[in-house]
């Protein structure tokens, strides 16, 4: 499917396509593309435009009883070329209607020098005209249209220019922030700060920020996840942040935020509580990328439609909002190999779905994909190449867990120099980071509500009292590691 634009719709049109169907939700953008693209066409003039409660207008004035689709389709076959039509609702009237499907077959038959563009927001096409359309969607700004609008705008707007003159470095933020973005919802972001008191441009950064967060709220399924996370807030994973600090050296962080040098994605795997989801929201962060989430569980919710368009929404979504980190959590919880071997089944169209956006995706999309029982993946998700790298995430080590209580207690404003972290951390083996976190507010709230300051006493009271996940799901959590070995990277420990 093209995307759709001046230079490219003309090329559909000079190769004699009659039948344009475009996939858009953004009415206006699109019927400005035609508009363009109509004064270019000898003779033609403007696009003659057609909806469901004014009939056709041509050149602002309304033709008379073209209100129905049956009378406005009859006109465009009998009025003579050249002349290009752009028809916004008839696709909500086409389905199931043999009548306009003739009249639209009819009019591609004797239509030497005319052009029917038709819009719709899903790609719903009636299969008997299938041969006789090309698809485009109406895609987002690239990069470089944004960077070209930008600088239109500082030309024609006092306060930007006076906010770039300031800073030489906001106009490059502004235009990978406002990557995703419509034209016309960068243009808002910006007037709206002619009314702040004291306008600044980390300011308009922020509310293009806000309004991809506006984007993926209206979408329903996915979450905007408000991140402040920093990798010095991880215990442990060594790895995983060696990793992650060596992409940062070959690409530069401001490459990765512009999306030229977004690595793949990485897939973590382990137990539950040890800091995987902690560990995506720090590479969100330390990356300057928007963090969206999405939970598998709600894709096959129903809420939202059937699960494979809704985990194409959510694809799409993610690339309208790039560059960005996709996190899929509980990804086990929607792609399964017991739901793959289900065939002809949701479960088996999601995956499917999944593997060709992953191989297929140009948009700089950071996949960052969670899992407590990796085993039920599908090898086809497993293989090589579809991430960059798959770790594991297991327990902490005794160095480790010393980090999380440093953490924590940090957190909680409290003066370590009184606390032995050494035997705190010997005495929570096989704790996991989660647990380590609430001991320590809990231990921290007993000493509140008896108006005292913490101790070590009452930490290790609070630990003692605690049963970790390793003892109560020992069987489970053996499995996994067995699994692991060999088949994943360790997120802790140092590279050789």
């Given amino acids: 499917m093209d995307n759709l634009n001046v230079a490219g719709l003309l090329k559909v049109i000079g190769s004699g396509t009659k039948l344009v169907y475009v996939v858009t939700d953004n009415e206006r953008r699109t019927e400005a593309i035609v508009a363009q693209a109509a004064t270019r066409i000898k003779g033609a003039g ?62 591609i038959a004797r239509s030497r020098d005319k052009v029917m563009v038709v819009m719709g927001q899903e790609e719903a096409v009636p299969q008997i005209l299938r041969e006789d359309l090309v698809v485009m969607q109406q895609g987002l700004p690239t990069i470089t249209e944004i960077r070209v609008f930008f600088e239109q705008l500082v030309e024609r707007e006092a306060l930007l220019a006076k906010l770039c ?54 979408s329903g399924i996915m979450e905007f996840v408000v991140n402040d996370v920093t990798p010095d807030q991880v215990g442990g994973m060594e790895n995983l942040k060696y990793w992650m600090e060596r992409r940062e050296k070959a690409f530069g962080i401001e490459g990765i935020a512009s999306g030229v040098n977004m690595p793949k994605g990485v897939l973590i795997m382990g137990i539950a509580g040890c800091g995987k989801s902690l560990f995506v929201k720090a590479v969100a962060a330390k990356w300057h990328l928007p963090l969206i989430r999405l939970d598998m569980s709600s894709v096959y919710g129903g809420l939202y439609g059937s699960p494979e368009a809704s985990v194409r929404r959510s694809f799409a979504t993610a690339e309208a909002v790039a560059p960005c980190v996709l996190w899929i959590d ?37 996949v960052a994909a969670t899992a407590n029982a990796i085993e039920m993946l599908p090898a086809e998700v497993l293989r090589k190449g579809r991430f960059d790298e798959i770790f594991y995430v297991g327990l902490p080590e005794a160095e480790a867990r ?3 209580f440093h953490i924590h207690l940090a957190k909680q404003k409290i003066d370590i120099t009184g606390f032995d972290v050494k035997l705190l951390a010997g005495s929570t083996r096989g704790f996991s980071g989660s647990e380590i976190e609430q001991a320590v507010l809990s231990a921290a709230f007993d000493a509140l509500t008896e108006g005292r300051p913490l101790t070590q006493q009452d930490l290790m009271v609070t630990v003692s009292r605690t049963v970790p996940l390793s003892v109560t799901m020992a069987e489970q ?20």
């Fill in 46 to 107: 403007g696009p003659i435009v057609w909806n469901c409660t004014d009939g056709l207008v041509r050149e602002g004035a309304q033709l008379p009883d073209t209100v129905e689709p049956l009378k406005a389709l009859e006109y465009a076959d009998n009025e003579p070329g050249p002349l290009l039509f752009l028809f916004k609702d008839l696709a909500l009237f086409w389905q199931d209607n043999p009548y306009i499907i003739r009249k639209i077959k009819d009019f």
């Fill in 402 to 404: 010393e980090e999380i």
């Fill in 477 to 496: 959590i053996k499995k996994i590691e067995a699994w692991a070995f060999k088949r994943a990277v360790p997120a802790s420990g140092k590279f050789s």
């Fill in 330 to 366: 509980e990804i086990e919880a929607g792609i399964s190999s017991q739901g793959f071997k289900a065939e002809g089944g949701p479960a088996s169209r999601v995956l499917g779905s999944f593997l060709t956006w992953m191989q297929e995706k140009r948009s700089p999309v950071f």
């Fill in 165 to 218: 003159s300031e800073d030489p470095e906001l106009l490059g933020k502004l235009v990978v922030a406002a990557q995703g973005l419509d034209m016309n919802d960068i243009e808002r972001c910006v007037r709206m700060q002619r009314v702040a008191q004291q306008p600044a441009g980390r300011e308009i950064v922020q509310a293009l920020f806000e309004a991809k967060r506006q984007i993926i709220r209206k």
